[in-house]
């Protein structure tokens, strides 16, 4: 991703979605470690996404009974996840929102700052519930509901612009 350098130090702007774009513009010296680390974050992001999509199991059936697929799977869910709270508390750094909470709560300030919409905070609601479920074991994990998420949400999600910041 290009920095542009401008008169007040550095800015580049990025979309989530359609219609949700933000301006990173950063007058620091670390300028330029933080726009790195966001483009950093932002491949791990991808990669995570990108293996999740080539080995997510074909049925339930094969999702339930190889365990390796499925532990590669909710591992890769989970990463995305952690990977997406990351880039949330980035943002709001970024933004000077004040923001002292845990980290749940950062796709909610996010959309009180009208950063993002209630549509895409709820998404990553629902993937960080998941993630929770799956790392903590909340009870019996859900197969059919993770596989679901995995084969229909996830991978939808991302190609319709829920995960990847870019580059305007």
């Not at 990977?83 to 709560?105: M, Q, T, W």
């Not at 790392?135 to 939808?156: K, L, S, T």
Request: glycine share 2%.
């Amino acid at each position: 991703m290009p920095v542009e350098p401008t008169s007040n130090g550095f800015a580049t702007t990025y979309a989530i979605g359609d219609a949700m774009n933000f301006d990173i513009v950063m007058k620091s010296p670390k300028a330029t470690s933080d726009i790195k680390w966001l483009e950093k974050k932002i491949v791990e992001i991808e990669s995570y996404l990108n293996n999740l999509i080539s080995f997510k199991p074909e049925t339930l059936r094969e999702y339930e009974t190889n365990l390796q697929k499925k532990w590669a799977c909710e591992r890769a869910c989970e990463r995305i996840s952690e990977g997406l709270v990351d880039l949330a508390i980035f943002l709001i750094r970024i933004k000077d929102i004040n923001y002292n909470e845990e980290d749940e709560k950062a796709f909610s300030v996010l959309l009180k700052n009208k950063i993002i919409d209630e549509m895409l905070c709820e998404k990553l609601r629902n993937l960080k519930g998941m993630r929770d479920h799956i790392a903590h074991r909340y009870g019996e994990i859900n197969d059919p509901m993770v596989f679901d998420a995995i084969n229909n949400e996830i991978e939808e999600d991302a190609n319709n612009s829920l995960i990847l910041p870019r580059p305007l």
